[in-house]
C-alpha cells in the first residue's frame, strides 16, 4: 500500500505524532494508501517554513519576471505529468479518468497565465493635493497564504489559488481534504524538482479540525482561500475574522438549469446530462435544479430518461464508463439520506434513487442517476446541496417565474439557460443572481473567466486577471522630496 509524508520545507516529513490515516478507493471499496496525520504542530512547521521562504533566501530576492519564469517552468512539469497526476486522484476520490485527466492537462495554462502576469503588476502616482509631496501606490503580497481544497477536484481548485498567490510572491501551504490528497502532494514534489524554493509551498494533511483551524488561526498566516461546503467556509471565516484576516470562499450551490419552450431541446438535454450526472453531480456548481417550462416538461422529462438509458456505470479508468462512484463514504451516506427526504416530502422517483447493484458496482460506492419530478422549490431536495447524482425537475409557467424559482434559493454559484430567444439570452443572465450564467452551455471554467458566488455561494472570485489582487495589498507611499524642512501638513 502506498504511503505518502507531508511536503514541508522542500522535503517529505512525517507527522510529529507518526499518526496516519487511510484512503479509500471509491471504485474497489478498499484502501488505496495512507497519509501522514498531522495536527497543530505540523501545521505550525509548515506555516513557519512558508514565512522564511517569503522573507530570506531566493524567492523574495526574484523579481517578477525571474518568479514568472519560474511559474512557466512549473507549468511545462505539470503538463509533462498530467497522467501520473490523473490517475493519482482517480484512485483518491474515484471520479472519471477522462475527467481527471482533461483537468491535469488544463493545469498548466492557470500557471503560464498568472506567470505572465508577474511583471505586468504595476503601481502609479497619484496627483496628490498636498503641494511639495509625492505620491504613489504599491501592490505587495500578503505573506503566507493558506489553500484549502476540497475533494472532489483537489488539484484543479487547489491551483485557482496557488497560481495566483504565487504569481503575487506570496508562499502558500495548502492544506488538502483528507480524502484525496495524494495529487496536491505529488504537485508539490513537482513544484520542487521545477526550482521552486523550498518553503514556497508546502502541503500539510490531515484532519480539518486538527490541521486547517491550526493553519488559519496562526498568526504567520495573512490571508486565507477556501474550496468546501457553506458550513466548513462559515468556521473558516469566523476563525481568521478573530486576526482580521482576509478570506476568499467558494462555497455551495444550488445551480439552476433553465429550459424554455424554445430551445433546442437535444442540446438542451446533453447540457442537462452534463450538469449534472457527468461528474456523480460532485461539483459546486452542478445543475441540481432542473426548471422547464410547462409546455414541454413531460416531452423533455421523457428525452431525458431515454438518455440516460444507455449511462454506463462502472470503473472510472475505463473510458466507456459514464458515471464514477460517489468519492467518499460519508458523501454516499447523504445522497441516500435524501433518498427517504424526498420520499416523505412526495417527490416522485422516475429514475434511480437507489444504491446500483449493476454488476461490477457493486464494492465499489456507487448511486444510481437519479431524477425526481413534481418538487416544489420549497423542499429541501430543492433547497439544500445534495452533491450527488440527483437531479430535483420543477415546472415554471414564464420567464418572470423562472427568474423567481432561480433565485428563490440560499445560493448564487451558476445557472444555465437554454433558449434561442436572442432577448432572453441578453436580458435572463442579468437578472439571475448568480456569480457564472452560461446560455446555452454548462460546466465550462476558464483560467481567464472570474468565477464565484453570490449569497451563500461564497466571497470573492478566482480565475481572471483580477484574481492575482486577491492575494496583493494596496499601500500608500507619501515621499517629502526635501528633507530637512518641517512637514507643515495637518490632514485636511
Same mark, same amino acid.
Given at each position: 500500500?502506498?504511503?505518502?509524508?507531508?511536503?514541508?520545507?522542500?522535503?517529505?516529513?512525517?507527522?510529529?505524532?507518526?499518526?496516519?490515516?487511510?484512503?479509500?478507493?471509491?471504485?474497489?471499496?478498499?484502501?488505496?494508501?495512507?497519509?501522514?496525520?498531522?495536527?497543530?504542530?505540523?501545521?505550525?512547521?509548515?506555516?513557519?517554513?512558508?514565512?522564511?521562504?517569503?522573507?530570506?533566501?531566493?524567492?523574495?530576492?526574484?523579481?517578477?519576471?525571474?518568479?514568472?519564469?519560474?511559474?512557466?517552468?512549473?507549468?511545462?512539469?505539470?503538463?509533462?505529468?498530467?497522467?501520473?497526476?490523473?490517475?493519482?486522484?482517480?484512485?483518491?476520490?474515484?471520479?472519471?479518468?477522462?475527467?481527471?485527466?482533461?483537468?491535469?492537462?488544463?493545469?498548466?495554462?492557470?500557471?503560464?497565465?498568472?506567470?505572465?502576469?508577474?511583471?505586468?503588476?504595476?503601481?502609479?502616482?497619484?496627483?496628490?493635493?498636498?503641494?511639495?509631496?509625492?505620491?504613489?501606490?504599491?501592490?505587495?503580497?500578503?505573506?503566507?497564504?493558506?489553500?484549502?481544497?476540497?475533494?472532489? $477536484? +483537489? #488539484?484543479?481548485? @487547489?491551483?485557482?489559488?496557488?497560481?495566483?498567490? /504565487?504569481?503575487? !510572491?506570496?508562499?502558500? *501551504? &495548502?492544506?488538502?481534504?483528507?480524502?484525496?490528497?495524494? $495529487? +496536491? #502532494?505529488?504537485? @508539490?514534489?513537482?513544484?520542487?524538482?521545477?526550482? /521552486?524554493?523550498? !518553503?514556497?509551498?508546502? *502541503? &500539510?494533511?490531515?484532519?480539518?479540525?486538527?490541521?486547517?483551524?491550526? #493553519?488559519?488561526?496562526?498568526?504567520?498566516?495573512?490571508r486565507v482561500a477556501f474550496t468546501g461546503s457553506d458550513v466548513g467556509g462559515r468556521a473558516v471565516a469566523l476563525t481568521a475574522?478573530?486576526?482580521?484576516?482576509?478570506?476568499?470562499?467558494?462555497?455551495?450551490?444550488?445551480?439552476?438549469?433553465?429550459?424554455?419552450?424554445?430551445?433546442?431541446?437535444?442540446?438542451?438535454?446533453?447540457?442537462?446530462?452534463?450538469?449534472?450526472?457527468?461528474?456523480?453531480?460532485?461539483?459546486?456548481?452542478?445543475?441540481?435544479?432542473?426548471?422547464?417550462?410547462?409546455?414541454?416538461?413531460?416531452?423533455?422529462?421523457?428525452?431525458?430518461?431515454?438518455?440516460?438509458?444507455?449511462?454506463?456505470?462502472?470503473?472510472?479508468?475505463?473510458?466507456?464508463?459514464?458515471?464514477?462512484?460517489?468519492?467518499?463514504?460519508?458523501?454516499?451516506?447523504?445522497?441516500?439520506?435524501?433518498?427517504?427526504?424526498?420520499?416523505?416530502?412526495?417527490?416522485?422517483?422516475?429514475?434511480?434513487?437507489?444504491?446500483?447493484?449493476?454488476?461490477?458496482?457493486?464494492?465499489?460506492?456507487?448511486?444510481?442517476?437519479?431524477?425526481?419530478?413534481?418538487?416544489?422549490?420549497?423542499?429541501?431536495?430543492?433547497?439544500?446541496?445534495?452533491?450527488?447524482?440527483?437531479?430535483?425537475?420543477?415546472?415554471?409557467?414564464?420567464?418572470?417565474?423562472?427568474?423567481?424559482?432561480?433565485?428563490?434559493?440560499?445560493?448564487?454559484?451558476?445557472?444555465?439557460?437554454?433558449?434561442?430567444?436572442?432577448?432572453?439570452?441578453?436580458?435572463?443572465?442579468?437578472?439571475?443572481?448568480?456569480?457564472?450564467?452560461?446560455?446555452?452551455?454548462?460546466?465550462?471554467?476558464?483560467?481567464?473567466?472570474?468565477?464565484?458566488?453570490?449569497?451563500?455561494?461564497?466571497?470573492?472570485?478566482?480565475?481572471?486577471?483580477?484574481?492575482i489582487y486577491e492575494y496583493l495589498e494596496e499601500k500608500s507611499i507619501f515621499i517629502n522630496p526635501k528633507p530637512g524642512i518641517?512637514?507643515?501638513?495637518?490632514?485636511?
Open positions: 500500500m502506498q504511503h505518502y509524508d507531508m511536503w514541508i520545507d522542500g522535503k517529505w516529513q512525517a507527522s510529529e505524532s507518526k499518526a496516519t490515516f487511510p484512503s479509500l478507493d471509491p471504485y474497489t471499496g478498499k484502501d488505496w494508501a495512507t497519509f501522514a496525520k498531522g495536527d497543530f504542530r505540523d501545521a505550525d512547521a509548515a506555516v513557519r517554513s512558508a514565512d522564511r521562504a517569503f522573507r530570506e533566501g531566493d524567492w523574495p530576492a526574484m523579481t517578477a519576471t525571474q518568479r514568472g519564469r519560474a511559474l512557466y517552468r512549473l507549468a511545462d512539469m505539470l503538463e509533462a505529468h498530467a497522467e501520473e497526476l490523473a490517475d493519482l486522484e482517480v484512485a483518491d476520490n474515484g471520479k472519471l479518468k477522462a475527467e481527471m485527466l482533461v483537468q491535469m492537462k488544463y493545469l498548466p495554462e492557470w500557471f503560464r497565465y498568472y506567470g505572465g502576469m508577474c511583471d505586468k503588476i504595476e503601481g502609479r502616482v497619484t496627483p496628490i493635493d498636498k503641494p511639495g509631496l509625492f505620491h504613489q501606490v504599491v501592490y505587495e503580497p500578503y505573506g503566507v497564504v493558506v489553500a484549502i481544497a476540497p475533494w472532489n $477536484s +483537489p #488539484l484543479l481548485l @487547489a491551483t485557482w489559488k496557488v497560481a495566483p498567490a /504565487l504569481a503575487a !510572491g506570496n508562499t502558500v *501551504v &495548502v492544506k488538502p481534504s483528507e480524502f484525496s490528497s495524494a $495529487s +496536491p #502532494l505529488r504537485f @508539490a514534489e513537482i513544484c520542487h524538482e521545477a526550482g /521552486l524554493p523550498p !518553503g514556497v509551498l508546502n *502541503v &500539510v494533511t490531515g484532519y480539518g479540525e486538527e490541521v486547517g483551524g491550526a #493553519l488559519v488561526e496562526h498568526p504567520l498566516t495573512s475574522i478573530k486576526d482580521f484576516k482576509p478570506v476568499s470562499l467558494e462555497l455551495g450551490g444550488k445551480s439552476a438549469n433553465i429550459v424554455f419552450e424554445d430551445a433546442n431541446l437535444d442540446d438542451a438535454v446533453k447540457g442537462v446530462i452534463s450538469g449534472i450526472f457527468a461528474a456523480t453531480g460532485q461539483t459546486c456548481m452542478a445543475g441540481s435544479r432542473l426548471l422547464v417550462h410547462d409546455s414541454i416538461h413531460d416531452e423533455f422529462v421523457e428525452k431525458l430518461l431515454v438518455f440516460m438509458q444507455d449511462a454506463k456505470l462502472g470503473d472510472p479508468r475505463n473510458a466507456e464508463t459514464n458515471i464514477a462512484p460517489v468519492s467518499t463514504k460519508p458523501q454516499f451516506d447523504k445522497v441516500l439520506s435524501f433518498f427517504e427526504i424526498a420520499k416523505a416530502e412526495g417527490a416522485k422517483c422516475v429514475m434511480g434513487g437507489t444504491r446500483s447493484t449493476r454488476p461490477g458496482c457493486e464494492k465499489g460506492l456507487f448511486i444510481e442517476p437519479t431524477i425526481y419530478v413534481g418538487i416544489d422549490n420549497r423542499m429541501r431536495i430543492a433547497r439544500e446541496e445534495v452533491f450527488g447524482p440527483v437531479l430535483s425537475v420543477i415546472r415554471f409557467g414564464n420567464d418572470d417565474e423562472a427568474v423567481e424559482i432561480a433565485n428563490d434559493s440560499p445560493y448564487g454559484l451558476a445557472a444555465g439557460v437554454w433558449t434561442r430567444d436572442l432577448e432572453r439570452t441578453i436580458t435572463l443572465p442579468r437578472r439571475i443572481r448568480a456569480g457564472t450564467v452560461w446560455v446555452n452551455a454548462y460546466r465550462v471554467v476558464s483560467y481567464l473567466a472570474p468565477f464565484g458566488g453570490f449569497k451563500q455561494s461564497g466571497i470573492g472570485r478566482e480565475n481572471g486577471a483580477a484574481a518641517a512637514n507643515p501638513f495637518v490632514l485636511s
